[in-house]
């Protein structure tokens, strides 16, 4: 029977033992810009739609990004490719980048787009409060996910994944 010291130490072993490519595109030439595309792509769509106010817009711009920002970096666990014996099922794609390494380049220009949405948002919306409220709450959700201490934390268990390396 192994220890969680000794279980941790393979799991570094197997993560280090090849590239993620789950994980490295987010530094690869273009991911940033593709990172503001997609933003000006929802912007332009919520627009684009007959009978929705500018300020409604900005507010669907808002929470469909970070909806999805969520759902892709902090929810969904493991990769999608077969060779890596399982070393990153139980990491989100947030825990994966740049190694876990906190506060790379990376790490924070990811943070650093929803804070900018927030902001042109809430400037957009002419600081109305239910809005504000709103894209706040948004906001939040994302940011918290983020932060270094929910590192590998699973909120209430959702998402735990237990290893057994016997």
């Known amino acids: 029977m192994s220890t969680t010291k000794e279980n941790k130490a393979f799991m570094t072993l197997d993560q280090s033992s090849m590239p993620n490519f789950n994980s490295s595109w987010v530094n690869y030439k273009g991911a940033w810009s593709t990172t503001i ?19 409604a817009s900005w507010t669907l711009t808002n929470l469909s990004f970070n909806l999805g920002h969520y759902i892709m970096f902090h929810w969904v666990q493991g990769i999608p490719f077969e060779n890596n014996q399982g070393a990153y099922d139980g990491l989100t794609l947030w825990e994966q980048i740049d190694g876990g390494v906190q ?37 939040l959700v994302v940011l918290v996910a983020k932060l270094p201490i929910m590192h590998r934390v699973r909120v209430f268990g959702i998402g735990k994944v237990d290893y057994d390396l016997d």
Request: hydrophobic letters at 55%; aromatic letters at 20%; zero cysteines.
């Open 37 to 55: 595309f997609v933003v000006i792509a929802l912007k332009t769509l919520f627009t684009v739609i007959p009978f929705i106010s500018p300020e």
């Open 103 to 139: 506060f790379t380049a990376t790490r924070k220009f990811l943070t650093a787009v929803p804070i900018a949405l927030f902001l042109l948002s809430t400037h957009y919306t002419h600081y109305d409060v239910f809005l504000f409220g709103i894209n706040f709450t948004a906001l």
